[in-house]
């Protein structure tokens, strides 16, 4: 695969890690604007959480979105050694990568966040994807889970198929390609865009995560509609991206370290996107402006209609995104049957029992 220009003239120009007595001092970049909670501050806090754990021998600096690489091109720069380390969702990647990384980050009404560590930690997950991964001189470890995503930000009613005929929506795929089939004009914008597009009319709808970071970045000040449950991202897992030489490289001792920072990581994100959800909303449902539907079952059974179409097609793209796919989609059959008896079971008895 080709390298994206600019990342290939900032690997010309930036050094490796530096290397001082015993001290790594490593980049992260970003695709998430800076002092963004949640994203950006899980990032920060990821490396903060290295630098701690060795002691300051791995000294981890981040760099938000367009500081040190133009957002999107964190791949790109980590494989080509401009920088050490990224943290993004390589959905953004899978397009120009392998179709194969979908499945390691979201697919539609696929693994939740805790099915998809389950696949990954236990299923045989991160054995594919690190078989993916080194295609492009990459290490990859869950980072950070946002949990169930919201179904978007509309500025008009949404109640059947042929309503997103015309339309202008930001998603990522392959939840984009869902929508494309149903007529919608789909565009992926870095985050901190989006709000400037739909307030100027460029899109008439965006999802983003959920209450607490959708607030955050402004999306209730620029759409009236908000929809759920999210068929597109069910859990979406960020990446810690490592440059796979420089993994090598390292002591059993630091990658076992950046593992368990990594991996506490996921757990600590998913829990305060989870707890912040639920301030945002109540204070979304005080807004009376704003009003919160949820999506019809016509346009549910739609988007389920369609997204096992996309999932087959994009399992037809190469041999190796049809291997993931068929351990992605064994796993998510054993763990849905399991999930109806548990997880399902419970929270239906919950509600009936304390109404």
Not at 95 to 121: N, Q, R
């Amino acid at each position: 695969m080709q390298l994206g220009a600019t990342a290939v003239a900032a690997a010309a120009g930036l050094p490796g890690p530096a290397i001082a007595q015993g001290i790594k001092e490593l980049k992260m970049v970003t695709d998430w604007p800076e002092s963004m909670p949640g994203l950006q501050a899980s990032a920060e806090r990821l490396g903060q959480s290295i630098t701690a754990m060795s002691g300051g021998r791995l000294k981890i600096t981040v760099y938000p979105a367009d500081s040190l690489v133009r957002a999107f091109e964190t791949f790109d720069a980590v494989a080509a050694g401009a920088a050490d380390m990224y943290h993004s969702s390589d959905y953004y990647f899978a397009a120009g990568k392998s179709p194969a990384l979908y499945f390691f980050c979201a697919v539609p009404y696929g693994l939740t966040a805790d099915e998809l560590s389950a696949w990954i930690d236990f299923g045989g997950g991160q054995i594919l994807w690190d078989e993916v991964d080194a295609q492009f001189n990459v290490k990859p470890l869950m980072a950070f889970n946002t949990g169930v995503q919201m179904g978007g930000w509309f500025n008009k009613e949404i109640s059947r198929s042929e309503d997103f005929k015309g339309l202008r929506y930001r998603m990522p795929e392959l939840g984009a390609e869902v929508l494309r089939r149903m007529g919608a004009t789909v565009v992926t914008i870095p985050g901190g865009e989006i709000v400037g597009a739909l307030k100027s009319g460029a899109i008439d709808a965006s999802e983003w995560v959920g209450p607490w970071l959708d607030m955050d970045l402004g999306l209730d000040k620029a759409a009236d509609y908000y929809y759920y449950p999210g068929f597109h991202e069910p859990g979406t897992n960020s990446t810690l991206g490592i440059t796979k030489t420089l993994w090598d490289s390292l002591a059993p001792s630091e990658r076992a370290l950046i593992q368990a920072a990594a991996r506490a990581e996921v757990t600590r994100s998913l829990a305060e996107c989870n707890a912040e959800n639920v301030k945002a909303l109540e204070r979304l449902r005080t807004d009376k402006r704003i009003k919160i539907r949820r999506f019809s079952d016509e346009l549910v059974k739609t988007f389920g209609k369609l997204s096992k179409e996309v999932l087959a097609d994009t399992a037809t793209k190469d041999p190796m995104t049809r291997k993931v796919y068929d351990s992605y989609m064994a796993f998510l059959a054993g763990v849905m049957d399991w999930g109806e008896l548990s997880e399902t079971g419970y929270r239906e008895a919950r509600r009936m029992a304390l109404g």
